[in-house]
């Protein structure tokens, strides 16, 4: 099969995670410049956002947010110009959850509140509030696969369209008893700024092949955990490879028996 690869370059990274509060901490985990220590995730309050929606704002948007600014400013982008793809394995797990008990109950009048952030797209909105953004917007979901997917879609939007898009991947836990059936520890995303040229603050170049190949593991027990309960977190290898500044090519999970195959040049 002749596949024509996807080449992006990227200039700015926004990373959170349990123990991982942003990208700097990350790259020094990654790196091996300080052990990696297990925390529940921090989310940091949207201050963005106006009242009424900072006080409504879930665990997914408060997330979603503090990755998006944080690849944003890395690479001195305007966030009201980005185009962006919004991928997660599932929606707000403690909305969902609350949403069930709720219908369980002999009163099952749903608050508009809990509704419109039951939707999968409520963090793309939450966005668009936030920064008053017009671009095109992408939201996606594939199950396990939900990071490379979101990838794909990015890059094809900036090797199509030639624009800057931003790859927000992002993942919320769910309370018992659904977490007993999805074991998602906490909450975890990336994001990745990519760009159709390079520029003086471009990080590295990147390609996008398919393979069968086996995805990389990693070799820290605990991160690798998260890499396999996280499904955003599918992206620690190449997030790995750019701490490092090190070429080369990273396999990531997505469709079996199909998989991602990226080559990494730093710049």
């Not at 603050?201 to 991160?223: G, H, N, V, Y």
Request: charged share 15%.
């Amino acid at each position: 099969m002749n596949v024509t690869p996807l080449t992006a370059w990227i200039e700015g990274i926004g990373f959170l995670a349990p123990g991982l509060p942003d990208w700097p901490t990350a790259r020094a985990v990654l790196r091996g410049e300080q052990p990696y220590t297990a925390a529940p995730s921090v989310l940091p309050i949207p201050a963005i956002l106006p009242p009424a929606e900072r006080r409504r704002a879930s665990r997914v948007i408060k997330l979603t947010l503090a990755i998006g600014f944080e690849a944003a400013a890395n690479a001195g982008a305007d966030v009201a110009t980005l185009a962006t793809v919004f991928t997660a394995s599932g929606a707000d797990g403690h909305n969902c959850h609350a949403l069930c008990e709720q219908l369980a109950s002999d009163d099952r009048q749903i608050s508009p509140t809990r509704f419109h952030n039951s939707v999968h797209n409520a963090a793309a909105g939450y966005w668009g509030i936030a920064t008053k953004a017009m671009a095109p917007c992408q939201v996606i979901c594939a199950f396990d696969a939900s990071f490379g997917a979101g990838l794909l879609d990015a890059l094809g939007q900036v090797v199509v369209d030639g624009q800057p898009t931003l790859l927000i991947a992002y993942d919320s836990e769910y309370p018992e008893p659904l977490h007993s059936q999805r074991e998602t520890p906490d909450c975890g995303g990336v994001a990745l700024l990519l760009t159709p040229e390079r520029t003086a603050r471009s990080q590295a170049r990147i390609t996008l092949s398919p393979t069968t190949a086996a995805a990389d593991e990693l070799l820290d027990s605990d991160l690798e955990a998260l890499r396999t309960t996280i499904p955003a977190l599918r992206s620690l290898p190449l997030l790995s490879r750019l701490a490092r500044g090190e070429a080369g090519a990273v396999c990531l999970d997505y469709l079996a028996p199909m998989q991602l195959r990226i080559d990494l040049q730093p710049c």
